[in-house]
T-cell receptor, first 109, second 115 residues
Framework: GQNIDQPTEMTATEGAIVQINCTYQ??????LFWYQQHAGEAPTFLSY??LDGLEEKGRFSSFLSRSKGYSYLLLKELQMKDSASYLC??????????WGAGTKLIIKP | IAGITQAPTSQILAAGRRMTLRCTQD?????MYWYRQDLGLGLRLIHY???????GKGEVPDGYSVSRANTDDFPLTLASAVPSQTSVYFC??????????????FGAGSRLTVL
């Protein structure tokens, strides 16, 4: 079957670094996506990885290992506004997205 | 308006009633999607449309129907609402259906409660 696993909740301190992990199993693979969703709002696109390695975009970086079915989202210099849920999604052989349940990130001062 | 507009924002509905959630986009995206989001679960695809005039079933299509008469509009209809359809519904669109990053733009969501 198809499955995405990510931690339910994480807590970090303002100014620190946090890594949110995601493992996936899909029939076929067409990229790994990360979205950010603030409470009561719509998800917004953060990053896309289709090749192995690290993609850096400002304070956010995303890593992919296709052989391990593994990705992580790295957030640096955490700010209070980074408190949100982070959704991992993998594209399957039909280019449809399989979504994880999301990781709620709580930032403490 | 730039993006996706969903209506209503929130609705309380009696079981057995018919309900249509509206979705309009102004980005001329080819593909549109309806998802439901429930606590503790990932977004689940209800129906999708790769281009105007075509629709397809997602992971949880039962009890829902869609139409795609033109590029901009993609309404979702619940023919006879049941309490298990209580959820937050998100409409989304993308300008690609494959061969690359299929980045979705989401509407603000419609919170539906079926009593």
């Amino acid at each position: 079957g198809q499955n995405i696993d990510q931690p339910t909740e994480m807590t970090a301190t303002e100014g620190a670094i946090v890594q949110i992990n995601c493992t996936y199993q899909t029939s076929g693979f067409n990229g790994l996506f990360w979205y950010q969703q603030h409470a009561g709002e719509a998800p917004t696109f953060l990053s896309y990885n289709v090749l192995d390695g690290l993609e850096e975009k400002g304070r956010f970086s995303s890593f992919l290992s296709r052989s391990k079915g593994y990705s992580y989202l790295l957030l640096k210099e955490l700010q209070m506004k980074d408190s949100a849920s982070y959704l991992c999604a993998a594209g399957d052989s039909n280019y449809q997205l399989i979504w994880g349940a999301g990781t709620k990130l709580i930032i403490k001062p | 308006i730039a993006g996706i507009t969903q209506a209503p924002t929130s609705q309380i509905l009696a079981a057995g009633r018919r309900m249509t959630l509206r979705c309009t986009q102004d980005m001329r995206h080819n593909a549109m999607y309806w998802y439901r989001q429930d606590l503790g679960l990932g977004l689940r695809l209800i129906h999708y449309s790769n281009t105007a005039g075509t629709t397809g079933k997602g992971e949880v299509p039962d009890g829902y129907s869609v139409s795609r008469a033109n590029t901009d509009d993609f309404p979702l209809t619940l023919a006879s609402a049941v309490p298990s359809q209580t959820s937050v519904y998100f409409c989304a669109s993308s300008d690609s259906t494959g061969d690359g990053a299929n980045v979705l733009t989401f509407g603000a969501g419609s919170r539906l409660t079926v009593l």
